[in-house]
């Protein structure tokens, strides 16, 4: 209502002052006549007299006439400039530096475009110094596009040194792009000196990626020193389900760790196969030592010996997927020992230089094809165990026994068989008879002796023996 009020009296003193402005000209022109030449009889002041009458008359009808009109004509005005023309925000614009017609204004009311949100928008773009023109603005608008998050997204834009076209933004808004989002990471890729484009980052976007994440990670691959890396490696990593910021950092880690020989690639490929890359990285960076369970072998005198071994291993990251565990490397340890031990001439050369024995395991190339690097292989215990080639010869020994044994109770059978025949037919006497058995009694006792005997003589062979290994290995 103030407004209109405003309006309204706006419009009345205009006409006052235009009345008034047109009767002083009159009265001025009237004055500039020079007195001295001007020649005046009685008649003709009278005719003077009644033209200003008349000129009095005509001015004030005239005056008359266009408050009428103004009455009749002027809610009009006041309706049409108050509901078609907002005339304070246009003149706070046109001191802006914004010029708008008012064809324009009428033309956006006629398209229901709110003029209070263009100019608005367009005065701030203007001190914003980002150049706009009403006639994109409307069609955005038109065009369903957010105008205050596309118009102060350009600004920011504009601010960080960005130069971007207002309707490129609006294009990738409504390609479904959050342009806010977008120009955040790229104004954060322009701080860290990365060639990055809006389209590029748009693209990304649209394909579901952590735009943000990604950008952080490259940023700190670059900052590392690393500048081969590309947003697109990345972008395959993450739509891969890896985790690219943990990936980068394990990659920087093993490459400032000396780990030349390992690639992004390499490392992504663990980290996708759900494997933890900081542990890979330490277990690659940091040997460990693994003590193997104690294994035997014979030597070729027959001696049995018992190792333990120390492996100093440390991951190999490019056979960490699929390579063989940690439980194959010890079978392999296994095997080199005994066949190491069993091609010794003497249980003596292997307590003399076990070191020797180790370097034969380790040349065996224990790692090959498993996930671990073997860096060393060395003897942490060894002991003596039994004679086997002793144990053998006894165990043949009894075995010759029991077959003579055998045969000797067949021998007897038949002796039994023949003394029977001979008694039966005469040829074998009941003295005779017990002669025979007393002096195999005789015989059986001598036996007896004679075995106790060599059994004490084995007994304390077999002590010394003992004796003698336990020396050495003490030693």
Not at 168 to 175: E, F, G, K, V
Not at 317 to 333: C, D, M, S, Y
Request: aromatic share 6%.
């Amino acid at each position: 209502m103030k407004k209109t009020i405003y309006v309204f009296l706006i419009f009345i003193l205009a006409i006052t002052l235009f009345s008034c402005g047109s009767e002083e000209n009159e009265a001025v022109a009237t004055d500039e006549i020079p007195i001295e030449e001007t020649v005046i009889d009685n008649s003709d002041a009278e005719t003077a007299v009644k033209s200003d009458n008349s000129d009095d008359q005509a001015s004030s009808t005239t005056f008359w006439l266009l408050i009428v009109l103004s009455i009749i004509l002027g809610p009009g005005l006041i309706f049409f400039f108050w509901y078609y023309i907002p005339i304070g925000l246009w003149y706070e614009a046109w001191l802006s530096g914004v010029r708008v017609g008012w064809l324009k204004l009428l033309k956006m009311r006629f398209q229901k475009i709110p003029q209070d949100l263009m100019l608005k928008t367009l005065i701030e773009a203007q001190n914003a110094g980002l150049s706009l023109k009403s006639k994109d603005l409307m069609e955005k608008y038109l065009a369903d596009v957010d105008i205050d998050k596309v118009v102060e997204t350009a600004i920011r834009a504009v601010n960080a040194g960005i130069d971007i076209d207002f309707n490129d933004l609006a294009a990738q808004y409504l390609a479904k792009v959050d342009v806010e989002t977008v120009m955040h990471a790229l104004i954060t890729a322009q701080n860290a000196n990365l060639n990055l484009t809006i389209k590029e980052l748009a693209s990304h976007y649209l394909a579901n990626v952590d735009i943000m994440k990604v950008v952080e990670a490259l940023i700190t691959a670059h900052n590392s020193g690393y500048d081969n890396f590309t947003l697109d490696e990345l972008k395959e990593h993450y739509l891969a389900n890896g985790d690219v910021t943990r990936t980068v950092d394990a990659f920087v880690a093993a490459k400032k760790a000396k780990l030349h020989e390992v690639e992004f690639q390499d490392i992504a490929a663990i980290d996708l196969a759900g494997l933890d890359v900081t542990k890979a990285i330490e277990a690659a960076t940091n040997p460990r030592v693994i003590e193997t369970p104690e294994v035997s072998g014979v030597a070729r005198d027959g001696v049995q010996l018992f190792m333990k071994l120390k492996l100093t291993v440390r991951a190999n990251l490019k056979n960490i997927i699929g390579g063989a565990t940690e439980a194959t490397v010890l079978a392999r340890v296994d095997e080199s020992i005994g066949t190491a031990i069993g091609k010794s001439p003497s249980h003596y050369d292997v307590l003399e230089s076990p070191f020797k024995l180790a370097d034969v395991v380790e040349q065996r190339q224990l790692g090959e094809g498993t996930a671990f690097d073997v860096i060393s292989v060395d003897v942490s215990d060894i002991r003596v165990g039994k004679d086997v080639h002793a144990e053998l010869q006894t165990e043949r020994a009894h075995a010759k026994a029991e077959v003579a044994k055998a045969e000797l109770i067949r021998a007897e059978e038949k002796v039994k068989k023949a003394m029977a025949a001979a008694f039966i037919n005469g040829k074998l006497s009941v003295n005779e008879y017990h002669e025979l058995k007393n002096t195999e009694a005789d015989t059986h006792m001598r036996k007896k002796i004679g075995d106790s005997a060599v059994i004490n003589e084995e007994e304390e062979e077999h002590n010394e023996h003992e004796h003698d290994d336990e020396h050495e290995h003490h030693h």
